[in-house]
């Protein structure tokens, strides 16, 4: 949700901190600071807004140093203002920047009151600046105090601090939010996500779950949970620096969807062999478990949860196992029944969404057989937490609207089912088939995307529009839920999707010339099914927009706007097909009613707080 930076040098830090906070920008941006240490003190820089408008500070009011902290926001604790900003701090001597919640702040801070602090925010981050500059008063010792505080937190955190006192040194702290150690050469850094820091190093120490670190130039030092020494291993980064840069395209956005013929070809690329998918892809123990799975359970929270709704079709069909998807904030707080012998699979780009690390912490305990991961991000809690992981290889996504790695989540739930299916009794000839879809689908992308264009000038009918129905049937309802979900996030049109088939109990009533009805279909058997709900639509005056695979009849027409698919699409290749127009339709209409593409207002690209 929000962006933390930080580093410890022989050199100034504060070109090395404003760069990574424009690579987290998209964590967070309704305002963004900076502070170093200096002899004096602590010497602070904040704006409201984005980074642009902190450079603007900085460049009036420019400042050096050899050790500091920066953060980009995303408001939780008191609404977007300088004195919000981060960092915060305690006299003049303490400087924290804080990711997460912490849900007893309010106690602390009328403690805080009692022993005479005054508070100049209305955040929980500088409570926890005043708690650890009031445990400073009594033990002396950076490290110490830190400790005592973060003992004394509920909730959720990530933390950075550092003192006018304690010249090159950072302490880091831990609990449910990710922070992650740059390692260089007589120089450190931190920050909440490693494309922070790909321009000064590509080594990285991943602290675990309660972890306190100590970061100076020469090195690092870390204690566990229960205060011992512990040893996390230093792994090297496979992303390079440019990785994150949009290059010829103007949004971010338009460039992971232009990515997905890529990204899907990684996604499948080295784990289907001779017509099957290898087992081996999702863990050297996963062939035996997923021979004795009679159930799957996926839980996941917004586009990973739409991937979940189709994943369901596909393995109900092809396994013949029993399926259940859920949203993860739902699911971590009922009683759950688990069924014997069940899989559980929690899905997640950033693999830090604090809702779905909750309930796979939940499941461990619940009784199913194993835990599958399907993640963007090797390094991440997810991936680490879980038995078996398989990575989507989508590569960085910065834009808010998750696009490329909505695909590259079907195109791994596509792997999983294959090759549970296998052990369910799929024969080896219809497998061999579905695996010929699957990697002709980088090819099928190509083909839908030069349809841009078309799907460009469609977008012009949208531009006056405030509301928008979606509609499909089967696997595409889970695609419509997917399209109506973009269009809102980036255009701030109201957007929602129904089964077609539901129309009469309900949606119709809200059916004119005003509102405007996107549908998606493919040939398959709920076509006809699908042409009557659509006649009920032109009938009240809806004007449709229809997403159709070439050997569908229907008549383009007054009221009736026909855009065909490239090619004929096969069912199992159809929801990651058929979501691409969607895509870059809710993209054409957000740039013509002047939204910020990338970075959509009161939204964040990694929801790490419930």
């Known amino acids: 949700m929000c962006g933390i930076v930080g580093a410890t040098a022989e050199r100034n830090v504060v070109p090395i901190l404003m760069e990574g906070l424009r690579r987290l920008e998209y964590r967070g941006y309704d305002s963004a600071g900076v502070a170093v240490r200096h002899d004096d003190g602590v010497l602070r820089r904040r704006s409201v807004g984005k980074v642009a408008e902190l450079q603007g500070v900085l460049d009036a009011e420019p400042m050096d140093g050899r050790t500091g902290i920066a953060h980009t926001r995303w408001a939780t604790h008191g609404g977007p203002s300088e004195s919000n900003a981060h960092p915060h701090i305690s006299g003049s001597d303490i400087a924290i920047v804080h990711n ?136 090297e980064s496979e992303l390079s620096a440019d990785a994150v840069e949009r290059g010829r395209f103007r949004h971010y956005m338009l460039k992971e969807i232009y990515e997905q013929s890529r990204a899907v070809a990684e996604t499948l690329a080295e784990r289907i062999a001779d017509g099957k998918v290898l087992d081996g892809a999702l863990g050297p123990t996963a062939g035996k478990i997923l021979g004795k799975t009679q159930a799957v359970h996926i839980v996941a929270c917004g586009t990973s949860f739409h991937a979940g709704l189709i994943a369901r079709y596909w393995i109900e069909e092809y396994c013949g196992v029993p399926c259940t998807v859920e949203i993860a904030s739902e699911y971590r707080y009922r009683s759950v029944v688990v069924p014997d012998n069940s899989l559980f699979i929690t899905i997640s780009q950033s693999g830090e969404t604090a809702d779905t690390l909750a309930a796979l912490r939940k499941a461990k305990d619940s009784g199913y057989i194993a835990t599958l991961a399907i993640c963007n991000v090797p390094e991440s809690s997810l991936v680490r937490e879980s038995e078996l992981v398989l990575m989507t290889r989508a590569g960085p996504e910065i834009g808010v609207a998750s696009t490329k790695a909505f695909t590259t989540q079907l195109a791994a739930f596509a792997l999983v089912t294959l090759s549970l299916a296998r052990h369910h009794g799929m024969p080896p000839e219809q497998e061999r088939a579905l695996t010929k879809q699957l990697l002709e689908l980088p090819a099928l992308i190509e083909q839908v995307l030069a349809l841009d264009g078309q799907i460009e000038t469609m977008s012009g009918h949208f531009a006056e529009k405030h509301h928008a129905l979606f509609l499909g049937r089967g696997a595409q309802n889970a695609v419509a839920m997917e399209g109506a979900l973009k269009l809102k996030e980036i255009s701030y049109i109201h957007a929602e999707a129904y089964p077609a088939g539901e129309l009469k109990h309900g949606p119709l009533a809200l059916v004119d010339e005003d509102m405007p009805v996107v549908t998606i279909a493919p040939n398959d058997d709920l076509l006809e099914k699908l042409k009557s709900n659509l006649q009920e639509v032109r009938a009240r ?52 009613k002047g939204t910020d593409v990338d970075q959509p207002r009161n939204l964040a690209k990694s929801v790490t707080v419930e």
């Open 541 to 592: 005056g809806g004007e449709l927009f229809v997403f159709a695979d070439p050997n569908v009849h229907i008549d383009e027409g007054d009221g009736v706007h026909l855009m065909r698919m490239p090619t004929h699409i096969e069912d199992f290749q159809a929801p990651i097909l058929y979501t691409i127009p969607l895509q870059l339709l809710s993209y054409h209409v957000a740039v013509l």
């Open 100 to 235: 997460g919640i912490i849900e007893n702040h309010e106690a602390l801070r009328k403690d805080l009151l009692e022993h005479g602090y005054e508070f100049s925010s209305e955040t929980d981050t500088e409570v926890i600046a005043h708690q650890i500059h009031h445990h400073l008063q009594s033990s002396g010792d950076l490290e110490a105090a830190v400790k005592k505080t973060v003992d004394e937190l509920e909730g959720a955190y990530a933390l950075v601090v550092m003192s006018k006192n304690d010249p090159g040194k950072l302490i880091l702290a831990r609990e449910g939010c990710p922070v992650v150690i740059g390692v260089g050469i007589g120089e450190n850094f931190v920050a909440s996500d490693v494309a922070a820091l790909l321009p000064v190093t590509r080594k990285f120490m991943f602290l675990e779950e309660g972890d306190i670190a100590v970061v100076t130039r020469d090195g690092v030092s870390v204690s566990d949970a229960k205060g011992a020494s512990a040893d996390r291993p230093v792994s």
